[in-house]
């Protein structure tokens, strides 16, 4: 399937559908599916529109952590389980600290958490 970057590339109706929304609008995949349904996309259009979404981040997931809701992409999310499992009691404020500097959701780049990994497996 085609990797859908920017707007140019969807069906005419998808485009449509997504001008009628702010650019950069986060909801979960249900009320984009829903919407979308509403709007008359079909299921090509709707599977165009989700791999659009999930190239942009825009396909997005609540949760709560530090008394606040984010909206999160998968990536993210499974950034934010890794960081509880291996930080139990700062994970919030590590979470934290990755939003600002804009490596949550990269996984694979984030040295601080192999060393703790790392270390955590020398101790074992």
Known sequence: MTNYI??????????????????HVHMSWSEWQEKAEAYGL??????????????????????????????????EIEHVKVLQEYLPTTWESEVQDR?????LGYLNKDWRLKETKKAKRLVK
Not at 46 to 69: C, D, H, W
Not at 99 to 103: E, K, V, W
């Open 42 to 75: 079909d299921e090509n259009e709707i599977a165009e529109l989700q791999q659009y979404l999930e190239v942009n981040k825009q396909l997005t997931s609540p949760m709560r952590f530090a008394g606040r809701q984010w909206w999160l992409t998968k990536q």
């Open 6 to 23: 920017n707007t140019n590339e969807l069906d005419e109706l998808t485009q449509d559908f997504l001008s009628s929304f702010p650019s």
């Open 99 to 103: 939003m600002q500097r804009g490596g």
